[in-house]
């Protein structure tokens, strides 16, 4: 596509419950990235896909959350059992390769937890 | 770990005026720099990206410098427009790392 792409846009859930992210990146872009932007703070590192393998987790908070690749292509990342300081807007980028090429970055899922 | 701070948090200058944002960093060991922007909304836009080995980078009226063993980065934005109203980010690409690691931002308000 033209673009990196995220859904869903906006996202309203309750507490306790599981959310599923989705983002379809750059066609060819080997690269994928998810970050994390909580109110008033700066962008947060979650993980790191390299094809579908995930070289780099370490930024994910907690075991409620993971995060799946499919090729190439699109990417999901969970959150289970959803806490209030879950709620944040959720970034993925993509970029043709690792090795710290430019990121292009989708517009985002907002994600409040009530 | 690598921390990031931007100066100032935020910024409001009349149309026209030329202005210099800043960017520093901790951790020297760094592969690259990049400058993004966020409009509300929206996802990030990258504006301009320096390798490790390079002093600086030019993009229209956009001129970012390095200076790795100091830390420092800075984004210069010559004869600034309203459009250029916005949240400026910088990130840097650690050294063996997979992964940018972001300051907080600068909000810029250009004022017609």
């Known amino acids: 596509g033209a673009g990196v792409s995220q859904s869903p846009s906006n996202k309203v859930t309750e507490k306790g419950k599981d959310v599923e992210l989705r983002c379809d990146p750059i066609?060819?872009?080997?690269?994928l990235y998810w970050y994390r932007q909580r109110l008033g703070q700066g962008l947060e590192f979650l993980i790191y896909f390299q094809g579908n393998s995930a070289p780099d987790k370490s930024g994910l908070p907690s075991d409620r959350f993971s995060a799946e690749r499919t090729g190439e292509s699109v990417s999901t990342l969970t959150i289970q059992r959803t806490q209030q300081e879950d709620s944040a807007v959720y970034l993925c980028a993509s970029s043709f390769s690792q090795g710290g090429e430019t990121q292009y970055f989708g517009p985002g899922t907002r994600l409040l937890v009530l | 770990k690598q921390e990031v701070t931007q100066i100032p948090a935020a910024l409001s200058v009349p149309e026209g005026e030329n202005l210099v944002l800043n960017c520093s960093f901790t951790?020297?060991?760094?592969?690259?720099l990049q400058w993004f922007r966020q409009d509300p909304g929206k996802g990030l836009t990258s504006l301009l990206l320096?390798?490790?080995?390079?002093r600086e980078q030019t993009s229209g009226r956009l001129n970012a410098s390095l200076d790795k063993s100091s830390g420092r980065s800075t984004l210069y934005i010559a004869a600034s427009q309203p459009g250029d109203s916005a949240t400026y980010l910088c990130a840097v690409f650690g050294a063996g790392s997979y992964q940018l690691t972001f300051g907080k931002g600068t909000k810029l308000s250009v004022i017609p």
């Open positions: 951790d020297s060991a760094i592969y690259n």
């Open positions: 066609s060819g872009h080997t690269a």
């Open positions: 320096i390798q490790s080995s390079q």
